[in-house]
């Protein structure tokens, strides 16, 4: 899952903290792929509208912070 999609979704770097119940400072070191444990909670917050993609993870193994 992309940052820039997830911050489209939830508008800020707040929203998108408080949401899954971490620091805005955590989101803000995301790279361009967030991690994937975000990714796997803010599919099941979002009911689907963001997909988490296994194989984007896959190629990249992007750790949880």
């Given amino acids: 899952m992309k940052k820039n999609e997830v911050l ?5 770097v707040n929203s998108i903290a408080k949401a899954i ?3 805005s400072s955590a989101v803000s070191q ?3 792929i967030i991690p994937e ?3 796997l909670r803010i599919e099941k917050i979002t009911d689907g509208a963001l997909k988490y993609s296994a194989e ?3 190629k990249n193994h992007v750790s949880t912070p």
């Fill in 56 to 58: 984007m993870y896959k």
């Fill in 30 to 32: 995301w790279r361009e």
């Fill in 21 to 23: 119940g971490i620091t």
């Fill in 37 to 39: 444990r975000a990714a």
């Fill in 8 to 12: 489209k979704h939830f508008n800020t």
